[in-house]
T-cell receptor
C-alpha cells in the first residue's frame, strides 16, 4: 500500500524566513496531495492541496510543488509568522470515482520564533 | 463542504471495557474513515467504512478490536473493545464528500484508558 515519508520532523525558523517541508510517496497511482495544519488540541485543517495534473499551486504565502516523476511534493511557507507555528502533515490519496483514503506523513513541528 | 459532529469529545475508561464513538455528517457521504492519533504522532488509518458493506481494515487493525457500524450515509460508529492503556489516543472520523476534495474531520475523541 501507499507509504508517505515526511521530513524534517521538526523545523525552527525566524519570523520572516521561509520554511520548506518535503514528502515522498510510494504509489505512483496517487493523484491527490493535501497539506494539513494541526494546532495543539485541535483537528487538522486543510491549508492547500494539489492534484497530479498540476505541478505547482500557490495561495498567498503558501505554495505546494509536485514532482510526479520523483514522487515527491513540498510545502513552502514564505514570510513566516508566529501563528504559523503548528504541526503540518502531508498526505496522499488515490482518488477514482470518489474520494479515497488519505495516508499521512509523520508530521513536521514548525516553530516560528519572533 | 461537510460538517462532522463527533462524540464523545473525551472519556476516561477502565481497562477491559469498551467505548463507542459516534460520528454524524451533515450530508450523505459514501465513505467515512476512522483514524487514530497517538500523542505526538501522525494520523494512522484504522479502517474505511462504506455504507452497506463490511468495513475495510488497515494492516494492524482487526474487526474484533475495532468494530465499525455504518447504518446509513450520514452516520458511523467505531467501538474500541476490551481497552488497555495502549489504546489511549485521539480517535478521529473523517469524510471526503467529493472526488479530489479535502477531508473534513470530526472534533476527535480523546480517550484515556486507566
Amino acid at each position: 500500500g501507499e507509504n508517505v515519508e515526511q521530513h524534517p520532523s521538526t523545523l525552527s525558523v525566524q519570523e520572516g524566513d521561509s520554511a520548506v517541508i518535503k514528502c515522498t510517496y510510494s504509489d505512483s497511482a496517487s493523484n491527490y496531495f493535501p497539506w494539513y495544519k494541526q494546532e495543539l488540541g485541535k483537528r487538522p485543517q486543510l491549508i492547500i492541496d494539489i492534484r497530479s495534473n498540476v505541478g505547482e499551486k500557490k495561495d498567498q504565502r503558501i505554495a505546494v510543488t509536485l514532482n510526479k516523476t520523483a514522487k515527491h511534493f513540498s510545502l513552502h511557507i514564505t514570510e513566516t509568522q508566529p501563528e504559523d507555528s503548528a504541526v503540518y502533515f502531508c498526505a496522499a490519496s488515490k482518488d477514482r470515482n470518489q474520494g479515497g483514503k488519505l495516508i499521512f506523513g509523520q508530521g513536521t513541528e514548525l516553530s516560528v520564533k519572533p | 463542504s461537510a460538517v462532522i459532529s463527533q462524540k464523545p469529545s473525551r472519556d476516561i475508561c477502565q481497562r477491559g471495557t469498551s467505548l463507542t464513538i459516534q460520528c454524524q455528517v451533515d450530508s450523505q457521504v459514501t465513505m467515512m474513515f476512522w483514524y487514530r492519533q497517538q500523542p505526538g504522532q501522525s494520523l494512522t488509518l484504522i479502517a474505511t467504512a462504506n455504507q452497506g458493506s463490511e468495513a475495510t481494515y488497515e494492516s494492524g487493525f482487526v474487526i474484533d478490536k475495532f468494530p465499525i457500524s455504518r447504518p446509513n450515509l450520514t452516520f458511523s460508529t467505531l467501538t474500541v473493545s476490551n481497552m488497555s492503556p495502549e489504546d489511549s489516543s485521539i480517535y478521529l472520523c473523517t469524510s471526503r464528500p467529493q472526488l479530489n476534495t479535502e477531508a473534513f474531520f470530526g472534533q476527535g475523541t480523546r480517550l484515556t484508558v486507566v
